[in-house]
């Protein structure tokens, strides 16, 4: 008994033992381990076995990987690291400030070595470039420092990359297998290769990036620093100036500069050209844009000859007062270009300005030399030479009594030949009120720098006389700017008429004077660039007048500024403009006679609602109001509408529409319903029309445009006036035709450029009966044109022996 229980336990054992040695063989095989062979000798085996079906396939891993994933893998880190070498790579940009942090490095010493140790003989023209400078190396240094920034940010990314690479479980099993790295053998080598290239790309760009940040900022810490000092000298300079910084005149000279002093004198000019000459480099794509616009004005005005040329219709813009254009537009690109330069580089240094006005001075003396009459040329040609004179005044080191008597016989010539311009200048100039103020300041700032020259003020005599002639000469180029201008404007209304087959006549004058006031605010705004530049106020004016502009000021949880809101409105009345005036453009007035052209007419419908919609929604992105306010005051309004403000919102809104659109101005002859008159206040609630008996009719803004509106002044003052006349005495039509004519002609009342029309509606016995049509040149005299026709005819025809019956 047992020996049976113990041949059962060891039966049991040698079971267990079975099973257990079979499970580990079973884990061997799924690992590809077989004990006592080598991995060769398992490979033959493996690759010696016929494959087949059963329970070693069936249990198989499936999780297992292949050759086809391995090359995957290789394939896509050959593609990241592609992708790492190639964007590790710095572009143009970087190339650029490693080029421009250099310049500044040497500019920079310049300015440090003048602003630091030679800062007694600067004076405030130097001061003013080398602040100028100053801020724009700091402008530029933020710049940079956003693309160093940007691309460093990349590169931690590609370095992120790179490490996840590293990480990778497949390339790390495959790298540790010597018989995997012995079958990619060769594109692993690639590989390789690759990522020693990839990385140190990457190490020297990380590397490159890091030296240009830290460069970027020691200069942005002294280009600080400098800038401070800078506006320090500066207000002790304007303290200076305002104080006695010479002997009265009449006083003996005392002041002896030595050596030494004229040494630093030297050293500062040197200092401020250097500045200049690395301002005029860095500016350099700025004047490519201004050069841009130039050709571009010069092709314009060139085409549009051309086609007149080619179609031989010079003869239509003969009479009508052009004087630069045609024959000067080549000239009248670079008076185009030189005049709007200051637009270019609100932040530019004087000396930048005075070349700008130079050259303009340049081109404005040939083209008068064409253009204006000898007198008035020769006292251009004085005034430009003062101008030099002027400008040399800057460089004046220690002014003795000889260099100020100089200064102040400059002043006397610069009143004197002012005075004469301003009384020779006659019809020969555009802008005539402005041109006559900006002389009378000229004059004015003259003798107040004689008065400072006399008191020992020096430095402020020459501001005050420099600033003073550049204004004179500016105001004379943008006045020929202007009269250019209009000249281009309409050269292109006409060359579109004649290209359409146009012949009537037009009235342009209207269309010129919309295109007057926005001209007229641009000369303006450049005049006075270039005006408190030459005073050296104008970096103060425009920080102080930025600051009002851009201060957020709120109404309760709304906000806004004063620049958002003179933008949205700005914007919105050049876009008006724009939208009433593009049809001329195209030879589009609205005639009779095109009536036909309905394509053309539907075009520019299209065009003028899509610079309207256009110009609504660029104001109200520029204005910076946020949407989310707009909603709400939008909904608040449309809550209110609802509940009861439709009349007094639709009046509101069509004043509003009247002012804007202009359906009708104050002085115009109008009807509005059954209501005739003049118009004699348009208000934002309504209007008022002076109707021709005296009385006085105030209709609401929503009731004018809701009707139908006649306006007879709208573009002119004509009117077509009908007479309907019973002529006997002669059988021959074209004799009593002529003869009405000719009567109808003598009318002081009538438009001459429109003749008159004879229609005959009847053959009588002995004459004819008739309508008479003709052109009364004031609608607001139709009635005493009438009369004034049937009195002349009365005369004229009894004269000829015809009788009005």
């Known amino acids: 008994m047992k020996n049976r229980w113990r041949h059962l336990v060891a039966g049991y054992i040698l079971l267990l033992c079975s099973l257990a040695t079979a499970a580990q063989d079973s884990a061997r095989f799924r690992q590809g381990r077989f004990p006592g062979r080598s991995d060769s000798a398992r490979q033959q085996s493996d690759s010696s076995r016929p494959r087949r079906g059963g329970m070693s396939s069936l249990f198989a891993d499936s999780a297992k990987l292949t050759s086809s994933d391995y090359q995957l893998q290789i394939e896509k880190t050959y593609v990241i690291l592609d992708n790492i070498e190639n964007k590790s790579e710095l572009g143009l940009a970087i190339r650029e400030i490693t080029e421009k942090l250099a310049d500044n490095d040497s500019v920079l010493a310049v300015l ?96 490159t990036i890091n030296l240009l940040q830290t460069k970027n900022s020691s200069n942005a810490i002294t280009t600080a620093q400098l800038l401070e000092k800078v506006n320090t000298l500066l207000n002790t300079s304007a303290a200076r100036i305002f104080g006695k910084e010479y ?130 040329f020769w006292v251009w040609v004085v005034m430009a030479i003062l101008y030099i004179c002027f400008a040399a005044t800057h460089h004046m080191v220690d002014p003795g ?5 100089w200064l102040i016989l400059l002043n006397i010539l610069s009143v004197v030949f002012g005075l004469l311009f301003l009384s020779k200048m006659k019809e020969h100039l555009h802008l005539k009120g402005f041109l006559r103020f900006v002389i009378i300041l000229h004059n004015v700032m003259n003798v107040l720098s004689i008065l400072f020259n006399l008191w020992g003020r020096f430095s402020l005599a020459q501001i005050f006389g420099n600033a003073a002639i550049f204004a004179f000469t500016q105001a004379i180029g943008l006045a020929v700017f202007s009269k250019i201008f209009m000249e281009a404007i309409l050269l292109q209304i006409m060359t579109s008429r004649v290209k359409r087959g146009v ?39 425009l920080g102080g007048l930025t600051t009002f502009m851009e201060t957020p000021r709120h109404i309760g949880n709304a906000y806004f500024t004063i620049g958002g809101v003179l933008l949205f ?22 005639n009779d006679e095109e009536i036909h052209n309905k394509g053309q007419r539907s075009r520019l419908l299209i065009a003028r609602l899509i610079l309207l919609c256009l110009g609504y929604f660029l104001a109200v992105a ?9 909603t709400i005051v939008l909904g608040a309004l449309g809550v209110g509408i609802g509940l009861g403000l439709q009349n007094i919102v639709n009046n509101f809104v069509s004043g509003i529409i009247l002012i804007f659109d202009r359906p009708l101005q104050i002085g115009d002859v109008v009807d509005v319903g059954d209501k005739s008159g003049r118009v004699r206040e348009i208000g934002l609630r309504s209007s008022t029309l002076l109707t021709p008996d005296g009385a006085e009719v105030i209709i609401p803004n929503g009731d004018i445009l809701s009707q139908q509106i006649t306006n007879w002044t709208l573009s002119n003052n004509q ?36 003749e008159p029309q004879i229609l005959f509606t009847k053959v009588n016995e002995d004459g004819f009966d008739l309508k008479a049509f003709f052109w009364c040149a004031d609608v607001a005299k139709a009635e005493e044109a009438k009369s004034d026709v049937l009195i002349i005819l009365h005369d004229k025809l009894n004269a000829d022996n015809l009788h009005i019956n």
């Open 401 to 405: 009594f000889w260099q100020r008597m």
């Open 569 to 590: 409105f700005l914007i919105i009345w050049i876009a008006h403009l724009l939208q009433k005036y593009v049809g001329y453009f195209f030879g589009d007035t609205g």
């Open 247 to 376: 002997n009265y005149l009449w006083e003996k000279d005392t002041s002896n500069l030595s050596e030494s002093a004229r040494s630093s004198f030297g050293k500062a000019y040197d200092g401020e050209k250097k500045a200049l000459r690395y301002y005029f480099k860095d500016s350099g794509h700025k004047r490519f844009f201004l050069l841009l616009i130039g050709l571009l004005f010069f092709f314009w005005i060139y085409r549009n000859i051309r086609i007149l040329k080619r179609l031989k219709a010079m003869h239509a813009i003969q009479d009508l007062g052009f004087e630069y254009l045609p024959s000067g537009y080549i000239v009248s690109a670079f008076v185009i270009m030189f005049s709007i330069a200051p637009l270019f580089d609100l932040h530019a240094p004087a000396a930048y300005i005075e070349s700008m006005q130079f050259l303009l001075l340049i081109i404005l003396t040939i083209i008068c030399w064409k253009k204006w009459p000898r007198n008035l």
């Open 622 to 630: 520029a204005s910076g109001v946020p949407v989310d306010k707009i």
């Open 112 to 207: 440090k070595d003048n602003v630091l140790n030679n800062s007694r003989a600067l004076n405030m023209r130097n001061l003013q470039v080398f602040r100028t400078l100053l801020l724009n190396l700091q402008r530029e240094g933020k710049d940079n420092r956003e693309v160093l920034d940007s691309t460093e940010h990349k590169l931690d990314g590609l370095r992120s990359s790179m490490k996840t690479l590293m990480a990778d479980t497949v390339l790390r099993q495959l790298m540790r297998d010597s018989l995997l790295r012995q079958q990619f053998s060769a594109p692993l080598k690639d590989m390789r290769e690759n990522w020693r290239s990839s990385t140190r790309h990457l190490r020297e760009s990380i590397a």
């Open 719 to 754: 009117i077509r006036l009908e007479m309907e006349l019973s002529v006997s005495g002669s059988r021959d039509m074209e004799v009593v035709s002529s003869a009405i004519k000719k009567a109808i002609q003598t009318s002081r009342f009538v438009f001459d450029n429109r």
């Open 503 to 541: 012949q009537s006549r037009f009235e342009y004058q209207h269309v010129l004077d919309g295109f007057r006031r926005p001209l007229l605010f641009l000369v303006v705004i450049l005049w006075l660039i270039v005006f408190t530049t030459n005073l050296n106020i104008y970096t103060t004016v």
